[in-house]
């Protein structure tokens, strides 16, 4: 009896876990690391839109050009570029310096938005993907009402759509700590944090989740932020895998868009960097809570204060 049970229990469950769906967005493409070089970004994005292709993971990858635009590699790094077109994925615009909106005025963004379209939106036209996408660097949309206002009138013009986020788990913080542990010959240390930042993720999906069902009251489909990193290049099969145990299923960013919850009223505006939760939160007249996102845990925080920058 306690078998048919069980039984009858995990069928009604599956369906349901298998409905989660996440769009995969990479940030700072072509690629961020101490080592800048040409060689360095070539060996993590093969590993990046590698682990994509063969995983069939759909994902939108947001591109700083003044990365692309160095002396004598222009072509090579818009090369880069194409390697993600070329295995499906989409591009979008993540401002050509990465500037912070919050240190600028809105015009400046906005010419520093226009000079990051250079190159990666005739690849785009031409693979017959007009889809024009905007990650906002830091997740700063504008720090007072007006300069939030310019600059979405900006990119409605231009044909812009914001890619949101509402996953994230400052996977950044882990790459630098893990590029630097690794820099000091800290092979034993540098495991350790790859396999916290795995389990990090797992801690933030949750909180994250938790996020969307307090607002919702059900699970949203969700947009998870991580950057090309070299630590990323590596584990991420792992990071997928964790996603699939969780049920969740790959879809393209348009897709996950489609999911009511993004049509939730957004007036926040202000200097932090949130998550769209948080924002639709403030909206909504709640509080947003976001003093509480879990911190990487206390040994790690140490651990980077003594690793030298
Ligand atoms: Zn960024």
């Known amino acids: 009896m306690a078998k048919v049970l069980l039984a009858a229990l995990i069928a009604a469950a599956l369906p349901l876990a298998a409905q989660r769906t996440?769009?995969?967005?990479?940030?700072?493409?072509?690629?961020v690391s101490r080592d800048r070089s040409l060689a360095v970004a070539r060996e993590g994005t093969s590993r990046l839109v590698e682990a994509l292709r063969r995983e069939r993971v759909p994902a939108a990858a947001f591109v700083?050009?003044?990365k692309v635009q160095v002396e004598g590699e222009r072509?090579?790094?818009?090369a880069l570029l194409r390697q993600w077109i070329d295995a499906g994925m989409e591009l979008g615009n993540h401002t050509f310096t990465h500037a912070?909106?919050?240190?600028?005025?809105?015009?400046?963004?906005?010419?520093?938005?226009?000079?990051?379209?250079?190159?990666?939106?005739?690849?785009?036209?031409?693979?017959?993907k007009p889809a024009l996408w905007l990650r906002h660097p830091f997740l700063h949309t504008g720090g007072s009402a007006e300069k939030r206002a310019a600059y979405e009138r900006f990119l409605a013009s231009r044909g812009y759509r914001v890619a949101p986020v509402t996953l994230e788990h400052s996977d950044w913080w882990f790459a630098s700590l893990h590029e630097r542990l690794l820099a000091q010959g800290d092979k034993v240390n540098?495991?350790?944090?790859?396999?916290?930042?795995?389990?990090?993720?797992?801690?933030?999906?949750?909180?994250?989740?938790?996020?969307?069902?307090?607002?919702?009251?059900?699970?949203?489909?969700?947009?998870f932020l991580m950057h090309a990193n070299t630590l990323n290049s590596h584990i991420l099969p792992e990071m997928l895998d964790r996603f699939r145990k969780r049920g969740y299923s790959f879809?393209?960013?348009?897709?996950?868009?489609?999911?009511?919850?993004?049509?939730?009223?957004?007036?926040y505006f202000g200097e932090q960097g949130l998550v769209w939760q948080?924002?639709?939160?403030?909206?909504?007249?709640?509080?947003?809570?976001?003093?509480?996102?879990?911190?990487?845990?206390?040994?790690?925080?140490d651990l980077?204060?003594?690793?030298?920058?």
């Open 22 to 31: 996440v769009a995969i967005t990479i940030d700072d493409l072509p690629f």
């Open 64 to 66: 700083n050009e003044s």
């Open 75 to 78: 072509d090579a790094r818009a």
């Open 100 to 128: 912070d909106f919050n240190k600028q005025t809105a015009d400046w963004f906005i010419d520093d938005t226009v000079h990051g379209e250079v190159v990666w939106r005739p690849m785009m036209q031409r693979a017959g």
């Open 190 to 223: 540098a495991e350790k944090v790859r396999a916290a930042s795995l389990d990090h993720l797992d801690t933030m999906l949750d909180y994250h989740e938790g996020l969307a069902r307090k607002l919702f009251g059900r699970d949203i489909a969700h947009v």
């Open 251 to 267: 879809v393209p960013l348009a897709k996950a868009l489609e999911d009511p919850a993004y049509r939730t009223a957004d007036s």
């Open 278 to 301: 948080h924002r639709w939160a403030i909206t909504l007249g709640h509080k947003t809570g976001a003093q509480d996102e879990p911190d990487p845990a206390q040994w790690l925080q």
């Open 304 to 309: 980077n204060q003594a690793t030298p920058r």
